[in-house]
């Protein structure tokens, strides 16, 4: 009981809006090298995604992403890929988002994938021009 509440924010388009950066994945920070950064635009609910994680080669992504609010888990993130690329690996159930900069994703259907993110004033230059060069 004595502890202070944090309060957070809404899980909105207008508060996800800007760049996040993936801090850590399930409690462990990312391995040197590896990155994910995703811009989001709380006006066309687009995004725009800068990774490499999952390939030794950086890629640059788009779409489209979704909110909404389940009764039993609270915020969903959802999105999909453009160029008929498919939706996401999963659908986020979004925790934690603070108005200091950062949140909390959990897999909708594995409760053991759980991600940090905090937000950056924007996508590095150099991380731009890698994942461009590699399309």
Same mark, same amino acid.
């Given at each position: ?18 760049? +996040?950066?993936?801090?850590? +994945? ?25 990774? &490499? ?30 160029? +008929?690329?498919?939706? +996401? ?18 897999? &909708? ?12 004033? &924007? ?13």
């Amino acid at each position: 009981d004595d502890e202070p509440v944090v309060p957070t924010l809404d899980v909105t388009p207008a508060n996800l809006n800007g760049t +996040w950066q993936l801090a850590e +994945w399930n409690g462990q920070p990312l391995a040197e090298g590896l990155y994910c950064y995703i811009t989001f635009n709380r006006r066309e609910q687009t995004f725009e995604m800068y990774q &490499k994680f999952d390939s030794m080669y950086a890629r640059y992504i788009t779409g489209s992403f979704d909110i909404e609010e389940d009764p039993y888990l609270g915020s969903v993130i959802s999105g999909e890929y453009d160029y +008929w690329m498919g939706d +996401w690996n999963s659908e986020y159930i979004v925790t934690d988002l603070l108005e200091s900069g950062s949140m909390i994703w959990t897999a &909708k259907d594995n409760e053991s994938d759980v991600t940090k993110y905090v937000r950056c004033d &924007k996508v590095p230059d150099e991380v731009v021009a890698e994942a461009r060069v590699t399309e």
